[in-house]
């Protein structure tokens, strides 16, 4: 083994980048790069565009609490290991311990990544997962996957006029191909894509990467078909709440838009015809400078950066462990980040010690570290998942979620861990179970958190709150990508309606 380990690390040493990686970090962006980009630059633009999209949403404005990890990786073998493959440049990844984009580069000029470096088209890339950051971190709703990727490609092309006028909308230059294509991707493809992309393969005869493009760009001209409506994203709303397993999408689309899918097509080919036609120009209001600091990242932070991403991302594989072992050799000692990264990975193997023994390192050095809390309260309830007879376990539990939510009030995960390992007392939940259910009823939370969000079924039952019950389960089933939730959300419908037999033979 300390042979292996000795070849790998003069393998690091020889293939070490000739030119300098950069660090850079701003109010709500850290950017590490393998390669030497212009760091201020990217993340002041960066600045400005999540300002402009957070404003044209009518979101709040504050600085994000957690600032979002961007990462420029010139490893395709670390890169793939962290993507779910595919044709993929760039990735969003969330989860307790912090949240990521990734970008993949390659020096082979015959790769597709080999781009990735140009400086709009890094800019474009970087905009697009920023928007699903903002989505997955502000906007109440859920949304369907096409309008998800038609929207970061709707505000990635973003543009200012002057201080306080944006200008959302141009064509991103694949997508100019839809002016001139004589057949896009079925309507219907499109559109019932919720939760998972279509089988590109059994909806066109085009190649996979053909198709793929087909099914982003019509996403975008479709988000700018919404986002040009009366009524915008709320419409959209209405399609998905009003779309259920006994109707069809089409009819469905129609109470909402007015149109079925082929006038739908032919208003939207027409739009993109019009020059100039797709451009819309808001007011966001003015810009503050951004101050960026600037510096070269040091080898171990490079490894220690790759590390995170392995441990908190990657997949369970001899090759993934592989790569952690090489990235191990350089990184830097125990941070915050690498140490949160631990605990996530012995989460996500179900290692619960592992998790309190990574987190307490951390809550040493930072008492009220919100991620630190948010896991060592995800352990506390697997515990209880595997084990519902220990009373202690469900104390400790409710607790963990508790001083989470101290730290993180507007965690929506927390407060339905602190709903979930809540028992009843006398005839009524406790207060603070009631308070957590109460916030995810007022925030929409089970549109928001399709799967996690069954876990109030039994509270809501116990409140008698069984519209809202019949709402988080029909949720569930629409956007859940998991054939073995049919039969929880099956078990939960029957359980509403002998509740419901029982408040009838009680009148």
Same mark, same amino acid.
């Given at each position: 083994?300390?042979?292996?380990?000795?070849?790998?690390?003069?393998?690091l040493l020889t293939t070490t980048?000739?030119?300098?990686?950069?660090?850079?970090?701003?109010?709500?962006?850290?950017?590490?790069?393998?390669?030497?980009?212009?760091?201020?630059?990217?993340?002041?633009?960066?600045?400005?565009?999540?300002?402009?999209?957070?404003?044209?949403?009518?979101?709040?404005?504050?600085?994000?609490?957690?600032?979002?990890?961007?990462?420029?990786?010139?490893?395709?073998?670390?890169?793939?290991?962290?993507?779910?493959?595919?044709?993929?440049?760039?990735?969003?990844?969330?989860?307790?311990?912090?949240?990521?984009?990734?970008?993949?580069?390659?020096?082979?000029?015959?790769?597709?990544?080999?781009?990735?470096?140009?400086?709009?088209?890094?800019?474009?890339?970087?905009?697009?997962?920023?928007?699903?950051?903002?989505?997955?971190?502000?906007?109440?709703?859920?949304?369907?996957?096409?309008?998800?990727?038609?929207?970061?490609?709707?505000?990635?092309?973003?543009?200012?006029?002057?201080?306080?006028?944006?200008?959302?909308?141009?064509?991103?230059?694949?997508?100019?191909?839809?002016?001139?294509?004589?057949?896009?991707?079925?309507?219907?493809?499109?559109?019932?894509?919720?939760?998972?992309?279509? /089988?590109? @393969?059994?909806?066109?005869? $085009? !190649?996979?990467? +053909?198709?793929?493009? &087909?099914? %982003? #760009?019509?996403?975008?001209?479709?988000?700018?078909?919404?986002?040009?409506?009366?009524?915008?994203?709320a419409n959209i709303h209405r399609?998905?709440?009003?779309? /259920?397993? @006994?109707?069809?999408?089409? $009819? !469905?689309?129609? +109470?909402?838009?007015? &149109?079925? %899918? #082929?006038?739908?097509?032919?208003?939207?080919?027409?739009?993109?015809?019009?020059?100039?036609?797709?451009?819309?120009?808001?007011?966001?209001?003015?810009?503050?400078?951004? @101050?960026?600091?600037?510096?070269?990242?040091?080898?171990?932070?490079?490894?220690?950066?790759?590390?995170?991403?392995?441990?908190?991302?990657?997949?369970?594989?001899?090759?993934?462990?592989?790569?952690?072992?090489?990235?191990?050799?350089?990184?830097?000692?125990?941070?915050?980040?690498?140490?949160?990264?631990?605990?996530?990975?012995?989460?996500?193997?179900?290692?619960?010690?592992?998790?309190?023994?990574?987190?307490?390192?951390?809550?040493?050095?930072?008492?009220?570290?919100?991620?630190?809390?948010?896991?060592?309260?995800?352990?506390?309830?697997?515990?209880?998942?595997?084990?519902?007879?220990?009373?202690?376990?469900?104390?400790?539990?409710?607790?963990?979620?508790?001083?989470?939510?101290?730290?993180?009030?507007?965690?929506?995960?927390l407060h339905l861990f602190r709903?979930?390992?809540?028992?009843?007392?006398?005839?009524?939940?406790?207060?603070?179970?009631?308070?957590?259910?109460?916030?995810?009823?007022?925030?929409?939370?089970?549109?928001?958190?399709?799967?996690?969000?069954?876990?109030?079924?039994?509270?809501?039952?116990?409140?008698?709150?069984?519209?809202?019950?019949?709402?988080?389960?029909?949720?569930?089933?629409?956007?859940?990508?998991?054939?073995?939730?049919?039969?929880?959300?099956?078990?939960?419908?029957?359980?509403?309606?002998?509740?419901?037999?029982?408040?009838?033979?009680?009148?």
């Amino acid at each position: 083994m300390a042979t292996l380990l000795i070849a790998l690390a003069l393998t690091l040493l020889t293939t070490t980048p000739s030119w300098a990686a950069t660090r850079a970090e701003s109010d709500n962006f850290i950017l590490i790069s393998d390669a030497n980009v212009d760091g201020a630059e990217i993340l002041r633009d960066l600045e400005r565009f999540r300002r402009a999209v957070i404003s044209d949403l009518g979101l709040t404005t504050r600085t994000d609490p957690q600032k979002l990890t961007l990462s420029i990786i010139d490893d395709t073998r670390v890169f793939e290991a962290v993507t779910p493959g595919g044709i993929t440049a760039a990735i969003y990844l969330r989860s307790a311990a912090g949240e990521d984009i990734v970008i993949g580069y390659s020096e082979d000029p015959d790769h597709f990544l080999h781009r990735a470096l140009e400086r709009d088209w890094l800019r474009l890339v970087l905009r697009h997962e920023v928007v699903h950051h903002i989505m997955e971190e502000r906007y109440p709703r859920k949304l369907p996957i096409w309008l998800g990727e038609g929207m970061a490609d709707y505000y990635a092309t973003y543009d200012h006029d002057g201080e306080n006028l944006a200008v959302f909308g141009r064509a991103l230059p694949d997508e100019d191909e839809l002016t001139r294509v004589g057949s896009w991707l079925p309507m219907r493809t499109i559109i019932e894509s919720m939760a998972q992309y279509p /089988d590109y @393969a059994a909806a066109t005869t $085009d !190649s996979l990467f +053909r198709a793929q493009r &087909l099914y %982003y #760009g019509q996403s975008w001209a479709l988000a700018h078909f919404v986002m040009t409506e009366p009524g915008g994203l709320a419409n959209i709303h209405r399609f998905v709440d009003g779309w /259920d397993e @006994a109707s069809d999408s089409e $009819d !469905s689309f129609e +109470r909402v838009f007015g &149109l079925r %899918y #082929g006038p739908l097509e032919e208003r939207v080919r027409g739009r993109l015809g019009k020059p100039g036609g797709t451009l819309r120009v808001r007011e966001v209001g003015a810009a503050a400078p951004s @101050a960026v600091s600037t510096s070269v990242a040091s080898e171990s932070m490079l490894a220690a950066n790759r590390l995170r991403l392995l441990l908190s991302y990657g997949r369970r594989d001899n090759v993934t462990q592989a790569l952690a072992d090489e990235a191990e050799l350089f990184a830097s000692a125990d941070t915050t980040e690498t140490t949160l990264a631990r605990a996530l990975q012995s989460w996500r193997l179900g290692d619960w010690d592992g998790v309190d023994l990574f987190t307490d390192r951390v809550l040493e050095r930072l008492p009220e570290e919100p991620r630190a809390l948010k896991l060592r309260a995800k352990a506390a309830y697997g515990r209880v998942s595997q084990n519902q007879m220990d009373d202690r376990l469900w104390t400790d539990a409710r607790d963990a979620a508790i001083r989470g939510l101290a730290a993180a009030p507007q965690d929506a995960q927390l407060h339905l861990f602190r709903v979930a390992v809540s028992r009843p007392e006398t005839d009524r939940l406790p207060a603070p179970a009631l308070q957590s259910l109460g916030w995810l009823i007022r925030n929409d939370s089970h549109l928001r958190f399709p799967h996690e969000s069954m876990m109030m079924i039994p509270a809501l039952l116990y409140e008698g709150k069984l519209d809202h019950a019949d709402a988080v389960l029909d949720s569930a089933q629409r956007w859940s990508d998991n054939a073995s939730d049919s039969f929880v959300i099956d078990r939960f419908r029957s359980d509403i309606a002998d509740r419901r037999r029982d408040a009838e033979t009680a009148r």
